[in-house]
């Protein structure tokens, strides 16, 4: 009896394989090439836009993860965002502008995964100048409306997305990816801000999108460039700037938070900080995440392990000397899955045992960022920087201390 049920229960759970009921672990084991990213991202990616069982048909077609062509990642990926590209298009002829705005912002969360996790082929070249066109087009109806900035520093340009809520000067929050998420991906992140009345201005970490510098120990300087700027606009409180980096990115945040009088408030999510960078963490990280780091320092994809060492070292705040008691720091949030497998979940605890006053935020189960955690923490981590980042109520003057009491007098 036990044997029929047993024959019973696989036979179920083909059955709803088949259907599409049940399909991750399938999915992941198909896409060989990608199966770390598949397996820690796929949840991401759903809460980012994608319908989570047409990203998993469009996976399923995948045997080639390299390639340009039938079959290959970038090439699957992108049916299902030109599906929605057209939607979008259609959608504005009949001047419904609602679907329109979904549908281009469903087609570039699709172009965002085809180009995943970098750009490294003419056709994810492509990929990514599709999903930011469909991005911007979806951008037309956002409201506050998105601003294109373009920033003069070092002979370059830094390309960033300003959105200012009509809420007077508020306060503004830098918003970035790291290696393999960039601005125009972080729509979620960007809209907690905005519900608690901040502006937000979303650029690409160094080493990524359109950015053009490289990743290296100093790019803090190009988040410190991005900083002058929005202090010197007149329709920001450029007196409470605060930081919410994610990912890779999340290093600057714990280094900003120590080094920059200007930042006020600093959300770090998932950062590498000291332990990720050493050769026995190293080794532990897939091939394709080690290749997209490598990418974004612009550095040799096929290099040794000794050189991958080498390069990574400088990149911890250990090294850098700054994991000590610091004289001065901005409010600092730490925010992490304890089943990171690409960041080691002591690598949060590091700061606040070197003597860096932080908050703890680590979700139990989760991974990387904690992405099944995004709904509750980047709203949370949102009201976190509007507390940090609100102006003191002012003190009235005595002028207005007599005016008082002479009223209350009559």
Same mark, same amino acid.
């Given at each position: 009896?036990?044997?029929?049920?047993?024959?019973?229960?696989?036979?179920?759970?083909?059955?709803?394989?088949?259907?599409?009921?049940?399909?991750? $672990? *399938?999915? /992941?084991?198909? !896409? =060989? #090439?990608?199966?770390?990213?598949?397996?820690?991202?796929?949840?991401?990616?759903?809460? %980012?836009?994608?319908?989570?069982?047409?990203?998993?048909?469009?996976?399923?077609?995948?045997?080639?993860?390299?390639?340009?062509?039938?079959?290959?990642?970038?090439?699957?990926?992108?049916?299902?965002?030109?599906?929605?590209?057209?939607?979008?298009?259609?959608?504005?002829?009949?001047?419904?502008?609602?679907?329109?705005?979904?549908?281009?912002?469903?087609?570039?969360?699709?172009?965002?995964?085809?180009?995943?996790?970098?750009?490294?082929?003419?056709?994810?070249?492509?990929?990514?100048?599709?999903?930011?066109?469909?991005?911007?087009?979806?951008?037309?109806?956002?409201?506050?409306?998105?601003?294109?900035?373009?920033?003069?520093?070092?002979?370059?340009?830094?390309?960033?997305?300003?959105?200012?809520?009509?809420?007077? $000067? *508020?306060? /503004?929050?830098? !918003? =970035? #990816?790291?290696?393999?998420?960039?601005?125009?991906?972080?729509?979620?992140?960007?809209? %907690?801000?905005?519900?608690?009345?901040?502006?937000?201005?979303?650029?690409?970490?160094?080493?990524?999108?359109?950015?053009?510098?490289?990743?290296?120990?100093?790019?803090?300087?190009?988040?410190?460039?991005?900083?002058?700027?929005?202090?010197?606009?007149?329709?920001?409180?450029?007196?409470?700037?605060?930081?919410?980096?994610?990912?890779?990115?999340?290093?600057?945040?714990?280094?900003?938070?120590?080094?920059?009088?200007?930042?006020?408030?600093?959300?770090?999510?998932?950062?590498?900080?000291?332990?990720?960078?050493?050769?026995?963490?190293?080794?532990?990280?897939?091939?394709?995440?080690?290749?997209?780091?490598?990418?974004?320092?612009?550095?040799?994809?096929?290099?040794?392990?000794?050189?991958?060492?080498?390069?990574?070292? *400088?990149?911890?705040?250990?090294?850098? #000397?700054?994991?000590?008691?610091?004289?001065?720091?901005?409010?600092?949030?730490?925010?992490?899955?304890?089943?990171?497998?690409?960041?080691?979940?002591?690598?949060?605890?590091?700061?606040?045992?070197?003597?860096?006053?932080?908050?703890?935020?680590?979700?139990?189960?989760?991974?990387?960022?904690?992405?099944?955690?995004?709904?509750?923490?980047?709203?949370?981590?949102?009201?976190?920087?509007?507390?940090?980042?609100?102006?003191?109520?002012?003190?009235?003057?005595?002028?207005?201390?007599?005016?008082?009491?002479?009223?209350?007098?009559?």
């Amino acid at each position: 009896m036990k044997k029929y049920l047993w024959i019973v229960a696989v036979l179920v759970v083909a059955a709803l394989v088949v259907l599409g009921i049940i399909y991750r $672990e *399938p999915l /992941v084991l198909r !896409v =060989t #090439g990608m199966r770390p990213f598949v397996e820690e991202r796929f949840g991401g990616w759903v809460e %980012a836009g994608a319908d989570e069982q047409e990203l998993d048909a469009a996976l399923r077609r995948v045997h080639d993860p390299l390639g340009s062509g039938p079959g290959s990642w970038v090439y699957e990926l992108s049916q299902p965002a030109a599906e929605h590209e057209a939607a979008a298009r259609e959608a504005e002829a009949a001047n419904d502008t609602a679907t329109a705005a979904q549908e281009y912002q469903k087609a570039a969360v699709f172009y965002f995964v085809a180009r995943f996790p970098f750009v490294s082929t003419p056709a994810k070249a492509e990929a990514y100048r599709k999903h930011i066109e469909c991005y911007l087009e979806a951008a037309k109806y956002f409201d506050p409306p998105l601003e294109q900035v373009r920033i003069p520093f070092e002979g370059k340009t830094i390309i960033g997305y300003l959105r200012v809520p009509d809420v007077g $000067e *508020p306060p /503004v929050v830098i !918003v =970035t #990816g790291g290696v393999d998420t960039w601005k125009s991906d972080v729509e979620r992140q960007c809209q %907690a801000m905005l519900a608690e009345g901040m502006a937000v201005f979303a650029f690409d970490m160094p080493g990524t999108g359109e950015s053009q510098w490289a990743l290296d120990p100093t790019s803090d300087r190009v988040y410190g460039a991005v900083v002058e700027y929005l202090k010197a606009r007149g329709d920001l409180d450029g007196e409470n700037i605060g930081v919410y980096l994610q990912s890779f990115a999340g290093l600057f945040a714990v280094k900003l938070a120590l080094v920059d009088p200007d930042v006020k408030a600093a959300v770090n999510i998932g950062g590498p900080i000291h332990l990720a960078f050493t050769p026995e963490h190293i080794k532990k990280v897939p091939d394709v995440m080690v290749k997209t780091i490598a990418n974004a320092m612009r550095e040799d994809l096929d290099a040794s392990f000794e050189e991958t060492v080498s390069r990574a070292k *400088p990149m911890s705040l250990g090294e850098q #000397g700054l994991l000590k008691k610091p004289e001065r720091q901005a409010a600092l949030l730490s925010i992490n899955g304890d089943q990171d497998p690409l960041v080691p979940i002591e690598d949060l605890y590091i700061i606040s045992k070197s003597g860096i006053q932080q908050d703890e935020w680590v979700y139990a189960g989760d991974g990387h960022c904690a992405p099944d955690n995004l709904k509750e923490h980047a709203p949370k981590a949102a009201s976190w920087l509007k507390a940090h980042l609100a102006k003191p109520e002012k003190a009235p003057s005595a002028v207005e201390l007599e005016s008082g009491e002479a009223q209350e007098a009559q």
